[in-house]
């Protein structure tokens, strides 16, 4: 409610210095139809974009939300309805007029270029735009700093963009499409890699934006993010438009109904006997500048989340526990015997196992079949008498692939054809036909349906009652509040909260308090 | 601050290479004082006028991205085919040799810039089977004898020098005018990269071509320009260098791509692409050129040359790696 | 129709080439080509550069390539003719030869060994440290024979590549003894299930607690050792040890491993693809030279086909992706 609140008011002080006519309309989309072969990518999909507003596009992954930023930016074109530009009905809009529209897409890469300065970066396109056959490098650095202080960002006009941070990218990819005179700018998830101080900076950068009568569409979907910037929302689901409007008439129960197309489910994970059987105990674990002291025990059935922002430590933890940056001080100690991880071997030698982040480049091997990923970390065992029993290899995809329940006509497939969901499930199965003593899930749920969500959570909690220490690391609360009976909260590398099912009632909204604020350090 | 950027300066790969020619210089100048005379330069500069030019070529096909193995077969081409047409046909032009030599280069690099642009093939693996081909049709087709005899007027371009010098013991050393083409080359080359949106547009295929893509660069267009660059003057440099030996040899220069891929990384050139200077090419040259010739006066045998060009270039490119492999655990800004 | 449903794609289209050749044989001159001669020849020569193009087809499988074969082909003849030299020449006993042989393989190892460190832990891109890796190794066998070949070596080491028992070559069961190897070793071990990963998603293989670092190693060092197999063969089959020998084989193991159907980017290939385009470029090469044409054009042959192959590649794999949008 507080969150509400808070929007509510944005809106309101925006409203009292506008300079510009808020109910122009920059870009009107209706009934935009779109389809690939036979798949029917957008099935109708309304949208409506003021200058000076900021509107966000919310859906789950696949949705067609990037076909929808493709057709709107010209890179592919709608089979029907309506695309109404500045009041101007338009036809078969090419990526290029789109630009010299003012339509700017911000991709989730940035598309910049590592091997040139800032200042090259952010001129670059305006200098191909106005067709300019001679770089002037002193217009450049102008423009550079003109556009860094139109969105109030401070870079060294000269260095290389391969040296900057994340945010920094994505502050040249701003500039650079400011610079081009944008009218409007798509911001696609722009959050995600971001870290809290960073996403806060990046909303004082589009507040300001905003205030000039830049349009502005975000592609989101954390629903904390949306209250703190957005003006409105539309919602897409499968392709169809679901709803829009107004950002203060959706609670969250709204929100989630007209994301999922579900009602919020508020069930909690108790598991059915919590033994005192100690899997996992991790004893003042720290890595410089990542975390620092973290302590926490998973007994038998216990699921263990940890939570916090991008940047605050969660995800370092699962790395340290993995290998891949190793922890420099501290203990863990694996079913009674303690354990040295100094690098991935370490970690898969005592059995414990890693379903990464970045679930396409780190986690699958998109070319390869079914039957080849999921035997990718336990190929070892099945060199048996001197060669590899491909027959067992095949046996063992074939019980993963039912016991984990992977919609497939055969495992020679490769993965790619896979959906995001089945894929996980492939992941996972990969990783528990290792016989893991533990399993840490890094983002499980990200791009994965809600069906194959709730399948997935049974088949960890069936891993926590077998005695297999389970932690999954997220930042979506109410997942983490529905399936895991003990919570970590990280913020700057600190572990803040340990919260217990059986002890306290946990609560979302309590969660976000203790890492969204900065909770009085400064 | 500014102490930090000096030390950046002074550490760079470009003063590394500096450093070692001045130790190299330094050391052959130590056991052979002849070494110290303005006669080492025109030597110098005749061996590494030729190898200068395709160095160029070759950083910049580097820089977008790309890489091509084919010009010496280019080259070796345009230096056999118009004088061998020439001399049946009792022809005798140098416009029209020239002419004939950077259209052969030209037809080879647009076969390069489709294959790889538009067929998408891997850049070495097409340069490769294309100098395969090129080598093998100039054999094929034209012969494989040595042509001693090559047009007069064309010969006689080897006599024409900008600048002769006689040393104290009496010898006379004279610069060929065509060291011109490599330092009009370097210059025209460095402003078109540096200075004009062509230029950029190289550097941004090379840095992230799908970004290039979205920008608005034709990054097809680039990359033929690209290839085209490299294959006119491969096929210029090959009919200088025929000039130079006042003989057409259809295999000398064979096998030279090498020493040049090693010069223009040594030079500070990324093999991944869009890295690279035209000044960091040329200290490349000169400290490949000054191994290559003057080795012989430290006292190590001619046989010790490839093993040691070699060792440069793994030492070299291992600098080159272990520093990107610095710059990229470095603290961000 | 139900074995040909066995064979892929690239298979069929290689069995296809083999029909192409060999009618034209039998139409342009049968009695030269399918004479028994001939036919021997066939087998003394293709098995010198077949060995080395299975290294090839390993790195590039990883997902790299190595162009410095030839160079590691070339210096462990040397140091093979260098030992046999210096233990008694001509005279050299069957011990000599062992232990040339021995140090050729581990010469071939350990520049394997350091392609695979410079690539697999300094991170300096396959082709370019196996480019400067020919460059080095050449250099090196250049420094050990000061410029002409090293002659003078026993009858023994000799008649490996050119002796016969009961007909046929000894080297043709050298080259099957390794294409059973290579093909055992990549289907049916941890290591060759751990290269095509490697090929085909490193982070991922990296995330599968796969121990990248050493399959690169292992990788090029066996690569380096076929690559000094190779070398045995061709220094016994000129009786000398030089270090610019075979200069054309790596374009040549390039052009077959791409023939072979192996994917230049890694991940994909197949021992029984990559054979037959061996043997089907001795059938071409062989053909050439009975019809008595100028063995020059071979270059342009090979690089023709090379180029035509990729382009066969690239273009149906595009046309596949284009179908499953």
């Not at chain 1, 798949?39 to 596009?57: D, F, I, S, T, Y």
């Not at chain 2, 091509?68 to 004088?83: E, K, T």
């Not at chain 2, 001399?87 to 390069?112: C, H, P, Q, R, W």
């Not at chain 2, 090693?262 to 500070?268: K, L, P, Q, Y």
């Amino acid at each position: 409610m507080e969150i509400c609140l808070k929007a509510l008011l944005y809106g309101a002080l925006l409203k009292r210095n506008e300079g510009f006519d808020m109910a122009e309309v920059f870009l009107k989309l209706e009934n935009i139809k779109k389809s690939f072969g036979g798949v029917k990518a957008l099935k109708g999909v309304n949208l409506e974009v003021r200058k000076g507003e900021v509107l966000c596009l919310a859906g789950e992954n696949g949705c067609g939300k990037s076909t929808l930023i493709k057709v709107i930016s010209g890179a592919h074109d709608a089979d029907s309805g309506e695309y109404i530009l500045d009041g101007n009905k338009v036809d078969k809009l090419k990526p290029i007029d789109a630009i010299r529209a003012g339509i700017q897409v911000i991709y989730q890469d940035f598309a910049v270029f590592p091997n040139l300065t800032v200042a090259e970066n952010i001129a670059m396109n305006n200098s191909l735009m106005t067709g300019a056959k001679v770089m002037n490098w002193k217009r450049a650095r102008e423009l550079a700093i003109e556009a860094m202080k139109q969105v109030g960002a401070n870079m060294d006009p000269d260095v290389l963009v391969e040296r900057l941070t994340v945010a920094n990218k994505q502050m040249v990819a701003i500039c650079r499409a400011i610079i081009n005179d944008a009218k409007f700018l798509i911001l696609d998830e722009p959050t995600t890699a971001l870290t809290k101080k960073e996403v806060e900076n990046l909303f004082q950068i589009i507040r300001r934006l905003k205030e000039k009568g830049i349009a502005i569409m975000i592609v989101n979907h954390k629903l904390d993010e949306i209250y703190e910037i957005a003006d409105k929302l539309t919602i897409i689901r499968n392709g169809e438009y679901v709803s829009s409007g107004d950002i203060s008439e959706y609670d969250r129960a709204r929100f989630i109904r007209d994301l999922t197309g579900h009602d919020i489910v508020e069930t909690t994970y108790h598991p059915e006997k919590v033994s005192q059987d100690e899997v996992l105990k991790v004893e003042n674990l720290s890595r410089k500048g990542a975390f620092e002291n973290v302590s926490f025990t998973i007994n038998k059935g216990d699921v263990l989340g940890v939570t916090g922002l991008l940047g605050s430590g969660r995800s370092e933890i699962g790395d340290a526990i993995f290998g891949i940056a190793p922890a420099e001080t501290g203990r863990i100690v694996l079913n009674g015997n303690e354990v040295k991880i100094k690098g991935i071997e370490d970690a898969v030698s005592n059995r414990i196992a890693y379903v990464p982040e970045d679930r396409l480049t780190q986690g699958l091997f998109l070319e390869r079949s079914i039957r080849d990923n999921m035997v990718a970390a336990s190929i070892g065992k099945y060199f048996k008498k001197g060669k590899l029993d491909h027959k067992q290899i095949a046996d063992d995809t074939q019980m993963w692939i039912d016991k984990v329940a992977v919609v497939t006509a055969n495992d020679l497939v490769p993965i790619r054809t896979l959906s995001g969901g089945n894929a996980q499930k492939v992941v996972i199965a990969k990783w528990l036909n290792t016989d893991p003593q533990l399993i840490v899930l890094n983002g499980p749920t990200v791009g994965v349906d809600i069906g194959s969500k709730s399948e997935i959570f049974e088949i960890l909690h069936e891993l926590a009652k077998e005695g297999v220490g389970v932690i999954v690391i997220s930042d979506d609360l109410s997942e983490l509040v529905q399936n895991c009976n003990k919570i970590i909260v990280m913020r700057n590398g600190q572990a803040v909260a340990h919260l217990d099912q059986a002890d306290e009632l946990v609560n979302e909204n309590e969660l976000y308090g203790m890492f969204s604020e900065e909770g009085g350090e400064q | 601050m500014k102490s930090i950027k000096w030390k950046e300066v002074l550490t760079s790969n470009q003063m590394f290479i500096i450093y070692i020619i001045a130790i190299l210089s330094l050391a052959i100048g130590m056991k052979n004082s002849a070494f110290f005379d303005f006669s080492t330069v025109i030597t110098l500069s005749r061996a590494l006028l030729v190898t200068l030019c395709f160095a160029i070529c070759e950083m910049v096909v580097i820089i977008s991205g790309g890489i091509d193995v084919s010009f010496p077969a280019v080259a070796c081409a345009a230096l056999y085919i118009p004088v061998k047409v020439m001399t049946d046909a009792e022809i005798d032009n140098v416009f029209l040799a020239f002419l004939f030599a950077a259209v052969i280069g030209l037809v080879v690099g647009i076969v390069n810039a489709i294959l790889i642009s538009i067929l998408k093939i891997p850049p070495l693996i097409a340069t490769l089977g294309v100098s395969s081909m090129t080598s093998g049709a100039l054999l094929t087709f034209f012969g494989t004898r040595e042509i001693s005899r090559i047009p007069e007027s064309v010969s006689a371009l080897s006599k024409v020098f900008i600048l002769n010098y006689t040393n104290a013991s009496g010898a006379t050393y004279s610069l060929t005018v065509f060291i011109l083409v490599p330092i009009i080359l370097c210059i025209a080359v460095h402003l078109i990269l540096r200075y004009t949106m062509l230029g950029r547009g190289i550097f941004a295929i090379g840095g992230d071509q799908n970004a290039a893509r979205i920008a608005g660069f034709n990054v097809i267009r680039l990359q033929f320009i690209v290839y085209i660059f490299s294959g006119v003057m491969a096929g210029i440099a090959g009919m200088i260098y025929c000039i130079l030996c006042d003989s057409a040899n259809p295999l000398n220069l064979m096998g030279s791509e090498m020493m040049i891929i090693a010069a223009v990384v040594v030079g500070g050139t990324r093999i991944t692409g869009g890295h690279g200077s035209v000044s960091g090419t040329i200290l490349g040259v000169i400290l490949i050129a000054l191994i290559q010739n003057n080795l012989i006066m430290l006292g190590v045998p001619t046989y010790w040359q490839t093993f040691v060009v070699g060792a440069v270039i793994v030492i070299g490119t291992s600098i080159t790696s272990l520093k990107a492999k610095a710059v990229e655990q470095n603290q961000k800004v | 129709m139900k074995i040909l449903k066995k064979f892929d794609h690239n298979t069929l289209s290689l069995l296809g080439m083999y029909v192409v050749v060999l009618v034209a044989m039998l139409i342009l001159n049968p009695s030269g080509y399918y004479s028994a001669l001939n036919i021997r020849s066939m087998f003394y020569l293709f098995p010198e550069y077949g060995v080395l193009t299975f290294g090839m087809m390993l790195c590039m499988i990883s997902g790299g390539i190595d162009l410095s074969l030839v160079g590691i082909a070339n210096l462990s003849g040397v140091v093979a003719a260098y030992i046999m030299v210096h233990m008694g020449g001509t005279e050299a006993g069957a011990g000599a030869i062992i232990l040339a042989i021995v140090a050729a393989l581990l010469v071939g190892a350990v520049c394997g060994c350091f392609n695979g460190f410079l690539i697999g832990y300094v991170k300096i891109p396959p082709m370019l440290v196996t480019l400067c890796g020919l460059q080095l190794y050449t250099g090196l066998a250049m420094v050990i024979t000061t410029g002409p070949g090293i002659t003078g070596l026993p009858q023994g080491y000799i008649s490996i590549a050119n002796g016969t028992f009961a007909g046929m070559p000894y080297t043709f069961p050298i080259f099957a003894i390794v294409t059973l190897v290579v093909a055992f070793v990549l289907k049916s071990t941890t290591y060759g299930q751990k290269v095509y990963f490697l090929g085909s998603n490193a982070e991922a293989s990296r995330y599968s607690g796969i121990n990248n670092l050493k399959v690169i190693i292992t990788t090029y060092l066996i690569s380096g050792v076929l690559g000094s197999i190779s070398g045995i063969l061709s220094s016994s089959h000129y009786g000398s040890g030089k270090s610019n020998y075979n200069t054309s084989y790596t374009l040549l193991s390039l052009l077959i491993v791409v023939l072979g159907g192996v994917h230049p980017d890694g991940g994909k290939g197949k021992v029984i693809g990559v054979t037959l385009a061996i043997v089907l470029l001795q059938l071409i090469s062989s053909a050439f030279s009975i019809l008595r044409i100028d063995t020059v054009i071979t270059d342009l042959v090979y690089g023709a086909i090379l180029i035509i192959a990729l382009i066969i590649t690239n273009v149906s794999a595009s046309r596949a992706a284009k179908a499953k949008k």
